[in-house]
C-alpha cells in the first residue's frame, strides 16, 4: 500500500521488469512522501472545523476561504479537499513500480506477487467497510469508501503496472472512454424526474441539463447498478440512494486515477537519477486541460463525488502539478527540512487515515472530560473548534512521530 512502499529511486524502466534484480534498493522517495503526507494531513485536518468557524464568523472572507477548500463541492468543481481522494489514489499507482521492483529484488514469484496484490485488495475493500460501519447496528455494506475503491482496482492496476507504457495509456483511454459511453447510453432523468425520491433536496441547483444531464445526482447508471447491488447485502432497510450521490461503480474511473500514478512512477524510474519535473507538468497541464474541455463543452461533467472520467483527467493533472511542485523543491532545490512532518505522516498514511476515523471522537471526549472546555475557548467560542481540533491534530501528529521513531509502520 501506499503508506510502507518502498519509495525508492529509479534504477531501469519497469515495463518488463520481471526480468530486473538490483543488488541494494535505492532511498526512499522524500518528495512522494511529503506529497502522501499533505494529502493525510488535508483529511485529519476536517477535526479543525473550518466551517464551524465559517459560520461564527460570517462576513469574514478569510473563513469562508478555509471552510470552503475543507469541504466537497455540492457536485461539479473542485475544493482543496476535494484533492485529497485523488491525491491518495493516485500515490498508490506511483508506489506500484517501485514496490514490485522491490519485491523482484527479494526473489518473489509473479504467482506470489498476484496473490498478494489479490489479498491488499480484500484488506483493503474490508477496512473501507469497517470503518463505513462504526455507527451502525450491523455491518453496513457500502463501497464508496476511499479504501474500498482503491481495494476494488487495485489488483486490476497491479496487474497493468506489469505492461508496456502504450498498453497502459491504451487501457486508460478504453476505461474511461467505455465508461463514459456506458453512462451516455443509459437514459437521461427527464423533466419530471422525481429527484426527491432519490434524496436530491428541493431547490438543489448543481444538476445539469441537456446531454450533461446523464451525470446529475442519484439520476444515474450508477445509482441504477446500486440499487440492485447494495441490495443484495444484509440490510437494515433497503439502499434507495446515498446522500451524497456516491456510488460502487466510481472504483472504474478510479483505476484510472491509479493508472495515471503508475506512469508517475515509472518516469520517476526511467529519468533516473533526473527528476522528470517537465513531464509531470506538461502531463498535468494537458490533462486539466483535457478535463476542462469535456466539461465546458457538456460532454461529461467534472463530478468528483461520482468520479467522471472528465474528473479522472482533471485531478489526475491536479496530482502530477502536486508531484512536480515537491519535487522540485525537495529533489531539485534540496528544500528538505521543512518536509519532516509530512514524511512522518506520508510514511505512515494508512495509520493515519485508521487513527483519523477511529480516535477523533474519543480524543475529545477525553479532553473535554480532563480539561473542560474553558480552555479551549482561551480566543472566543466561535474560535473553539478550531483550537480543539487543533489540539487533537498535536495528538495525532505525536502519535505518528512516535510509531515513526520506533519504526512502526502499519503495512497491508
Known amino acids: ?73 455540492p457536485w461539479a468543481g473542485m475544493s482543496l479537499h476535494d484533492t485529497i481522494q485523488p491525491g491518495f489514489t493516485f500515490l498508490v499507482g506511483v508506489a506500484l513500480p517501485y514496490s514490485i521492483a522491490s519485491r523482484i529484488r527479494k526473489g518473489e514469484s ?11 485488495s480484500f484488506v483493503l475493500v474490508i477496512l473501507g467497510i469497517f470503518l463505513r460501519s462504526l455507527d451502525s447496528t450491523q455491518t453496513y455494506f457500502t463501497f464508496e469508501d476511499t479504501l474500498t475503491q482503491i481495494g476494488l482496482g487495485y489488483s486490476f492496476a497491479f496487474l497493468l503496472a506489469h505492461a508496456r507504457p502504450r498498453w497502459q495509456w491504451t487501457a486508460l483511454g478504453t476505461l474511461l472512454f467505455g465508461y463514459w459511453l456506458a453512462w451516455a447510453m443509459y437514459p437521461a432523468p427527464g423533466a419530471n424526474f422525481n429527484y426527491a425520491a432519490v434524496g436530491v433536496p428541493a431547490g438543489w441547483t448543481h444538476n445539469f441539463t441537456g446531454f450533461a444531464s446523464h451525470w446529475n445526482m442519484n439520476s444515474n447508471l450508477g445509482q441504477a447498478f ?64 483535457a478535463g476542462l474541455l469535456l466539461h465546458w463543452t457538456g460532454i461529461c461533467p467534472i463530478v468528483k463525488r461520482i468520479w467522471t472520467p472528465a474528473w479522472t483527467l482533471f485531478s489526475g493533472g491536479v496530482c502530477f502539478c502536486f508531484l512536480a511542485a515537491f519535487s522540485w523543491l525537495i529533489d531539485v532545490k534540496g528544500y528538505r527540512r521543512w518536509s519532516f512532518p509530512l514524511v512522518v505522516v506520508g510514511m505512515n498514511s494508512i495509520a493515519a487515515y485508521m487513527i483519523a476515523h477511529l480516535w477523533e471522537e474519543f480524543l475529545i471526549r477525553n479532553l473535554h472530560i480532563n480539561f473542560g472546555y474553558r480552555i479551549f475557548r482561551v480566543f472566543g467560542t466561535g474560535l473553539e473548534p478550531l483550537v480543539t481540533g487543533a489540539t487533537v491534530m498535536v495528538l495525532y501528529w505525536l502519535s505518528l512521530h512516535w510509531m515513526y521513531r520506533k519504526r512502526l509502520f502499519l503495512r497491508i
Open 110 to 120: 509473479l504467482a506470489h506477487q498476484v496473490a498478494h496484490a489479490i489479498w491488499r
Open 226 to 289: 446500486d440499487v440492485w447491488f447494495l441490495n443484495l447485502f444484509p440490510r437494515t432497510s433497503p439502499f434507495v440512494f446515498n446522500s451524497g450521490g456516491y456510488l460502487t461503480l466510481s472504483f472504474i474511473p478510479t483505476l484510472g486515477t491509479m493508472l495515471l500514478g503508475i506512469r508517475a512512477g515509472e518516469w520517476f524510474r526511467s529519468a533516473a537519477p533526473r527528476i522528470p519535473i517537465r513531464k509531470f507538468l506538461a502531463a498535468g497541464a494537458l490533462l486539466m486541460a
Open 1 to 73: 500500500m501506499a503508506a510502507t512502499l518502498d519509495f525508492t529511486k529509479p534504477d531501469a524502466n519497469l515495463s518488463g521488469s520481471a526480468r530486473e534484480k538490483s543488488v541494494a534498493p535505492p532511498p526512499r522517495n522524500i518528495a512522494v512522501d511529503a506529497y502522501r503526507g499533505l494529502v493525510m494531513l488535508l483529511m485529519m485536518g476536517e477535526v479543525m472545523q473550518f466551517a464551524a468557524v465559517s459560520r461564527a464568523y460570517p462576513g469574514s472572507l478569510f473563513w469562508h476561504v478555509l471552510a470552503f477548500n475543507q469541504t466537497h463541492v
